[in-house]
């Protein structure tokens, strides 16, 4: 016969393979970009979770490229030196972000008074469930600024959240204000009583064709909102 036909044959109908719970620690944990993927595709982002293996693509691979430059260059890195760096590795798979304009924005950023960190990770309690299962958020930001008072990190502070995308297209502003990924950035920031005020978020493009970086904001968010 052809496999298939029989109904002990379709998924769905055969028994459950384990009965193990998939909580682990009594927690549920949610990422920014998490948030993200479970409006686009719940199944897959579950199984992704679950140990599923995420698709290797030509985009995650520049973007680790791209946040490990940027990271650099918050620590003082040229932008010589990153052309120098990453031609190479960059040329085998894509082409070449344009580093000028990466180099740029994330300088223009240090005037003196303000704060640069890159790759921080805030985490927090949101909630808990019905049956007592308790809900964390956590994220790692790309790049975060924190101004105000002496320029160090206080509870009169404002924080920005830059987050960099490395496709070659990117999102409309209407889609980058309602971006439930960097609402979930600032909604970190909010509970973290080191940061301030989260003063707002921002798609970053380095890879998008235009004169100046193509930047998406999101406008600034309270905890309550």
């Not at 948030?35 to 030509?58: H, K, Y």
């Not at 010589?80 to 082409?95: N, V, Y």
């Not at 580093?99 to 704060?115: A, E, M, P, R, V």
């Not at 003063?199 to 100046?212: D, F, I, M, Q």
Request: glycine content about 10%.
């Amino acid at each position: 016969g052809v496999y298939g036909a029989a109904p002990d044959q379709w998924w769905g109908s055969a028994d459950p393979s384990c009965e193990r719970p998939i909580i682990r620690d009594n927690q549920i944990w949610l990422s920014p970009s998490r948030l993200e993927s479970l409006e686009e595709c719940p199944l897959r982002t579950f199984l992704e979770n679950q140990g599923g293996v995420a698709e290797d693509t030509e985009p995650m691979r520049i973007g680790i490229l791209v946040h490990a430059i940027a990271e650099a260059i918050v620590d003082g890195l040229s932008v010589d030196d990153a052309h120098s760096l990453m031609s190479t590795a960059l040329a085998a798979i894509s082409e070449e972000p344009e580093w000028n304009k990466l180099h740029g924005f994330i300088t223009s950023l240090q005037d003196g008074s303000t704060t640069l960190e890159t790759e921080q990770k805030l985490t927090g309690c949101v909630g808990e469930t019905d049956d007592g299962i308790t809900v964390m958020l956590g994220g790692r930001i790309d790049l975060m600024t924190t101004s105000g008072g002496d320029g160090e990190q206080t509870e009169t502070a404002d924080t920005y959240v830059y987050d960099f995308k490395t496709g070659a297209t990117a999102v409309s502003g209407e889609t980058a204000e309602n971006s439930p990924q960097l609402e979930a950035y600032q909604f970190l920031v909010t509970m973290d009583p080191h940061r301030g005020h989260a003063a707002g978020a921002a798609l970053v493009y380095p890879r998008y064709k235009s004169k100046a970086i193509t930047i998406r904001q999101q406008g600034a968010r309270s905890e309550d909102t």
